[in-house]
């Protein structure tokens, strides 16, 4: 009898494709691919990873009994769900297997590879945090249609330590991936001249330094504090380290008990993590070690994070993406729909510049500012922040995401636009700004955010931002216009 067919007629083993885009290092999401695979594999199911990139993490991934792919035309059986992590990967699954429901992971506020495909054969869209979520809203995605599962952890391999230290002599910093190295060398100096204040030895892993481990669980239990954010920050806190939240685009403060009863709405997630990351700020972090409330820290994590408990709600997923695709029916249509996301997908220039000249200056990825007024004449009406590489990489400076296709979120304090002075003569020297501004779930209702819009140094408006109007169902959308 098949998966499927066992299902149907009472059995619970179900067959599942999941997607990543790469299953080659130790990242966020390639972990969670790597432990949610194993952990349904050891539940009866049978599993197979499609990643069109792979390397030493899929072969390991492999040698523990779970199969993984580039192809994912030589997969023989078709699957009962389609767990889809990354866009790219996920619509070519479902391109491959036109009549398997699917399911969408979103893991990142800025990465490209989360924003949603809108289909109706994806039959529930999945936020691993509060952030995540608003992500998918403003992508198009019904409510209804979105769900929160907070990323798990192995609690059998990050096991509690048997004796927490009364005060702490080592910390770990978990450093990953910076957007741009002056960001690192800050972040390192920081953390470095904060544990030396209070005479604690520092160590440093991850991808950021070039030195990343292999398994997390058998070195972080050794220390008791660890400076981390996401998923590294929740290992380590299970183990019983004292985990100060911090990235290079702040400061999140402690992970505790407290912070687990408001999770998945609080300090791990990119929006929230807003604190500035200062020498003040660390040394605080570090000043409010006390070892019994790192372990009560620790009991609450292990709680909530728990990935056999996590599963359980996986395979309800999964059995409600299927009841919900037989009760609806085929969905024909879809191939269309993956035909356009993959097409908006793709990197092109914008379609009103046809002239030599304008391609002459389109082949330069390094285009200047003071080369691009010649565009201008082929300018279309309205410039919207999408990924048409062109306008990305002449309206964009920094402190911007990357486009989507509603438009782009900023991603640091400040962000910059540049803008052609003869595109503004254009338009009679009047620029509209539409924003909206996000507000967790856990800021109090009577909030009120403030955006200041510059010309060079001088200020030309003010825009604020009500949590109360949100709350009210008014969108928090303002237009900024000045000449």
């Known amino acids: 009898m098949g998966y499927i067919e066992n299902y149907l007629t009472g059995g619970a083993m179900l067959s599942i494709l999941i997607t990543n885009i790469v299953m080659s290092e130790r990242t966020g999401t390639e972990m969670a691919t790597f432990e949610l695979a194993i952990a349904l594999y050891k539940k009866g199911h049978r599993v197979i990873v499609y990643s069109p990139s792979l390397g030493r993490l ?42 398997v429901p699917a399911v969408f992971v979103c893991h990142d506020t800025i990465s490209p590879f989360d924003e949603p495909i809108i289909t109706n054969r994806i039959m529930s869209y999945i ?98 504090i660890c400076f981390a954010f ?26 505790d008990a407290t912070v687990a009863r408001r999770w998945p709405d609080d300090k791990l997630s990119r929006h929230i993590a807003s604190g500035a990351l200062t020498y003040e700020n660390v040394l605080s972090g570090i000043d409010a070690y006390q070892a019994d409330i790192v372990k009560k820290s620790a009991l609450a994590w292990r709680k909530l994070v728990c990935s056999s408990l996590l599963i359980k709600k996986w395979e309800k997923i999964y059995h409600a993406a299927i009841d919900a695709y037989r009760t609806t029916g085929s969905f024909e249509f879809e191939d269309g729909n993956l035909f356009r996301f993959i097409s908006g997908f793709l990197p092109r220039a914008i379609s009103e510049a046809r002239s030599v000249a304008v391609a002459k200056h389109m082949s330069n990825h390094f285009i200047r500012l003071d080369d691009i007024n010649s565009l201008v004449d082929f300018w279309p009406g309205e410039m919207r922040f999408r990924d048409d590489s062109l306008l990305r990489s002449i309206m964009l400076g920094a402190g911007w995401s990357h486009p989507e296709q509603w438009g782009v979120w900023s991603c640091d304090t400040s962000a910059m636009l540049n803008i052609p002075v003869k595109l503004l003569k254009k338009y009679g020297n009047i620029l509209h700004f539409n924003c909206t501004h996000y507000f967790p779930s856990c800021v109090e209702v009577n909030k ?36």
């Open 58 to 99: 899929a072969m390991e991934l492999c040698a523990r009994g779970v199969p993984v792919v580039d192809d994912v035309s030589k997969i023989g059986f078709v699957p009962d769900i389609i767990h889809g992590n990354h866009n790219v990967a996920l619509a070519t699954a479902m391109i491959r297997f036109g009549t």
């Open 127 to 224: 936020a691993v945090d509060y952030a995540c979520r608003t992500r998918l809203l403003v992508s198009g995605v019904k409510e209804h249609k979105t769900e929160i599962i907070i990323n798990a952890v192995d609690t059998e391999r990050f096991k509690l330590k048997s004796t927490i230290s009364q005060t702490p002599r080592t910390a770990l910093c978990v450093v990953k991936s910076f957007h741009r190295n002056e960001h690192k060398e800050h972040y390192i100096r920081i953390l470095t001249e904060a544990c030396r204040a209070r005479n604690i030895s520092i160590d440093l892993v991850g991808r950021g330094v070039g030195n990343e481990v292999e398994d997390l669980s058998s070195i972080v239990s050794k220390y008791d």
């Open 230 to 255: 996401s998923r590294s920050a929740m290992e380590a806190c299970c183990t019983g380290s004292h985990v100060v939240v911090t990235d290079e685009f702040g400061y999140g403060g402690v992970l």
């Open 448 to 483: 009120i955010a403030k955006v200041t819009a510059f010309v060079g140094d001088k200020p030309i408006g003010v825009m604020r931002f009500s949590k109360k109007m949100l709350s009210n169902g008014n969108p928090s959308i303002k237009r900024l216009k000045n000449s």
